[in-house]
């Protein structure tokens, strides 16, 4: 079978009859080359290529578009957008002047790319749709369609479906012998697993990931794949192994040359964690360093990102004077920069800066910017959220029938085994009859006896395939099959006009669970959940369910649960869940919930799935509300449809459409201690 470098060279030796050009034979080889070792340095690989080739303008089409695709992926890691740019006009001139349909679907994946790496999801994601219609026997570019995809999806949060992607891109990488796209991809896995909370096969993949990349020479995604290892450490709660992967990713980037960006990333996530721990001295040390190396590569954002912690780490030891004009300097740095999502953590630091250096009046205008600059992003972030509401519902759907047909393949394996003894069971009756009643009895005893395991086995698969194996509650199955009956139910009862039958939908989310994971462990998290179960299990009615959906959320199904039915049950659901803190060990962890209640059928006709979308919608409301609390869809007017509910449901009760009510948790302990301090 031919190579893809074979097939261009000859493509080449072609078009130029058979003399073939140093620099476009070279240009394949060095493309090749990072195929299979990656590389140090982008800079390293850009002049690689750039000196493979100076030939390059009269070469066949197919290799001038490789040439340029793989510039323009080397430009987006280095970060240099005028010549990025410049390779998407070469693609594009190509596709428009020579016909060359693949080259415009190489500058969709590079423009997507780039749009991720400047962190404009909103445009990455507009951009994606274009995916869809690429279809090709190119194996080189389907590989890097999945994995842009996979890419676009895990920054939306769609985390499942993003995996699945990842995974396709996977076995294509495998497929065509390129190590360099394998470990990427392998990253791609190890962050959507973090993502959802799988830290142990997060974990797995890191070192599967890094173990590749060391052996094929890939330096250059050393350092992220052992800093996003870092990640997964501190998501366990594990400061010990974090500290050492983020020195090992310092150290990996002072080893080799043109790594100052990823040494500046772990300069600054270093400062951050001996700050954080309390070790001002090795905290500003550290922050110093980043600061002059900000300046030497030109990152603004990074140096004042860090001089706010150089600020805390000098008020820390006491130097308050100099503390206060280093934190003043890192915003005055971040506002010039128009880093407005940086700016908001920053100003949240200084207000704690001021008010450890005796700035109560300093420290209140940056408390009060920083919530001028909260509310300004709650409210861009609205439609975002919507968006990624909808997306993440439909990811969900992905996983439910991914569950279904895994259940389903360990009960038919089940069946197959069952039948199997049974075929054994005749034939060594056969055999027994010839040797002897007493050894027929003895067989058949033994079948009955494998027979009641296997009968056993069933049992737990049966139960597994409608419970939830952490919390004991029911699963996404067992949901979707009973919101079938009961919508089956109710739409047979609608016939009668006197009869008002509905099932309340309570969707909820414990408060701030990435925060217990991250502080506590994945252990601690995991006792959070069940423990939240238990009051749930406990709270509701015998015919009432509690359904985990996934991650920290829960469904109660309610059925015959009117609208006012629900405010009640909301309240003592936010009150039951919060009045005590979950024990974890000696530690006790205060929780809350935040829900999003509808009755079905909220419309005529709506399918069950849509009104949990639209409490779905409710919850994310009270999430931005302030947490601790429950949105009720409590009436919606005549006429409104489905789609406007689940386009804006903020909009909808705004504008009378729809009429909203909030039930507010508990106080708390520290708020009913801040409001007495007022």
Known sequence: MKTLLSICLASLLMATGGAVRAGPAEVMQVIEQHRQRGFVAPAIAIDELLNAGKGIDGAPVELRMRYHNA????????????????????????????NCTPCGHYKLVREIHHAMRVQDSRKARALAGGLDHIKSADKHLMQAVHYTRAGVLDSSGNHARALEEAMLASRLAIEINNPAEQ???????????????????AGSLAREAYALAERIGFVYMLPYIRGNEGWVFSSKGDKVNQLRALNDVLEITRKYKNMADSELIALVNLAEYHATAREFKQAALLAEEAIALADKVGKPIAKGVVLGTLGQAQIGMGEFERGVATTEEGLKVLEQAGASSYLVKSYAMAAESYEQAGRPAQSLAALRKFVTMSEE????????????????????????????????????????????????????AA??????????????????????????????????????PLTGAYNRRHCAELMGQQQLMLANKSRDRNCKASVGLMLLDVDHFKRVNDTHGHAAGDQVLIEVARRLQQLVRQHDVVVRWGGEEFVLILPGTSTDGMLVL?????????????????????VTVSAGCVCYPLLPGQHWEDAL??????????????????????????GVTSEALLTDLSGAAAG??????????PVSRQERETIMAI
């Open 377 to 428: 992003a709650n409210q861009k972030a609205r439609e975002k959220a919507i968006t990624e509401a909808q997306e993440k519902f439909s990811g969900e759907r992905k996983d439910h029938e991914i569950e279904r047909l895994s259940l389903e393949n360990a009960r038919r394996q089940a069946e197959v085994a069952a039948r199997a003894w049974q075929q054994r069971l005749w034939a060594t």
């Open 656 to 665: 009378g459409q729809a009429t909203l009510q909030t039930i507010m948790g």
């Open 431 to 468: 055999v027994a009859l010839a040797l002897g009643a007493v050894l027929l009895i003895q067989m058949v005893s033994r079948a009955r006896r494998r027979n009641r395991v296997l009968e056993d086995s069933n049992a737990v698969l049966s139960d597994q395939s409608v419970h939830d």
């Open 613 to 638: 979308k639209v409490a779905d919608l409710a919850m994310y409301m009270a999430k931005q509300g302030g947490r601790n609390r429950a949105v009720c869809v409590m009436q919606v007017e005549q």
């Open 71 to 98: 510039l323009a992926q080397l430009y987006v890691a280095e970060e240099n957008h005028p010549r990025f740019k410049a390779q998407l006009d070469a693609l594009a001139r190509m596709e428009r002047e020579e």
């Open 183 to 201: 470990v990427r991809t392998l990253n791609m896995m190890l962050l959507s697993n973090v993502a959802r909370g799988d830290l142990e096969r």
């Open 570 to 590: 909301a309240e003592r659901v936010l009150n039951t869940v919060a009045e005590q803190s979950v024990p974890v060990g000696a530690t006790e962890i205060p």
